[in-house]
């Protein structure tokens, strides 16, 4: 089954410092990888996605991921926080299942930014 | 070019009723994507439709179904509703390209409420 893990529910970071919201998946075949964001009473936003290629992407807004097959991570980073940074990450796979693309969506980081 | 658009944004119902929600894509986009967010369950996947027909379908139960139109607009429908179905509804748009792995848009969402 596919399967989608993220194992803090909220991330405290000071601003100016180097964040890290943690994503592990699980998926039968090549992963198609996403992180959103979702800042109060919004819908989503696209930050970036992996498909193949080199396994660091780069996002908007300052945000990156790399992709560690052999661990079945995708973490999400950026180098130095904002308070404006603050916001419900998700993480979601997108993978063929049965014959469909299949997408999973974690439970969501709560990122808090501290002044 | 404009969002997703859902309409409406708020809605309250009673127990028993129903509801329709509707879904305006990106234009050009063909697939629609419909997912229902709580507190306690997260982001889940209810149905995708792509040129009027569904291709994909969550666990969810009978009473919730959708429809595409013509013009790729998507509405979903939640019969004889139960409190538990108060979440935020989000609809989804993506291009669908041969070969392509698509990216999702999402509109703000339509909070129901189910007294």
């Known amino acids: 089954a596919q399967s989608v893990a993220q194992p803090e529910d909220q991330v405290n970071v000071a601003e100016g410092n180097p964040l890290t919201v943690k994503c592990t998946y699980s998926?039968?075949?090549?992963?198609?990888l996403f992180w959103y964001v979702q800042y109060p009473n919004r819908g989503l936003q696209f930050l970036l996605k992996?498909?193949?290629?080199?396994?660091l992407v780069k996002g908007s807004y300052g945000f990156e991921a790399e992709f560690n097959k052999s661990q079945t991570s995708f973490h999400l980073k950026k180098p130095s926080a904002l308070v404006s940074d603050s916001a419900l990450y998700f993480c979601?796979?997108?993978?063929?299942?049965?014959?469909?693309?299949?997408?999973?969506f974690g439970i969501g980081t709560k990122l808090q930014v501290i002044p | 070019k404009a969002g997703v658009t859902q309409t409406p944004r708020y809605l309250i119902k009673t127990r028993g009723q129903q509801v329709t929600l509707s879904c305006s894509p990106i234009?050009?986009?063909?697939?629609v994507s419909w997912y229902q967010q709580t507190p306690g369950q997260g982001l889940q996947f209810l149905f995708e439709?792509?040129?009027?027909?569904?291709?994909n379908k969550g666990n969810f139960p009978g009473r919730f179904s959708g429809r595409q139109f013509s013009n790729s607009r998507s509405e979903m429908n939640v019969s004889t509703l139960e409190l538990g179905d108060s979440a935020l509804y989000l609809c989804?748009?993506?291009?669908?390209?041969?070969?392509?792995?698509?990216?999702?848009?999402f509109g703000p969402g339509t909070r129901l409420l189910v007294l």
């Open positions: 998926v039968s075949g090549n992963p198609y």
């Open positions: 439709y792509f040129s009027e027909t569904q291709r």
């Open positions: 992996y498909i193949t290629g080199d396994n």
């Open positions: 989804a748009s993506s291009l669908v390209l041969a070969g392509e792995v698509e990216t999702q848009y």
């Open positions: 979601a796979v997108r993978a063929a299942s049965g014959g469909y693309q299949k997408v999973t």
């Open positions: 234009s050009g986009h063909r697939s």
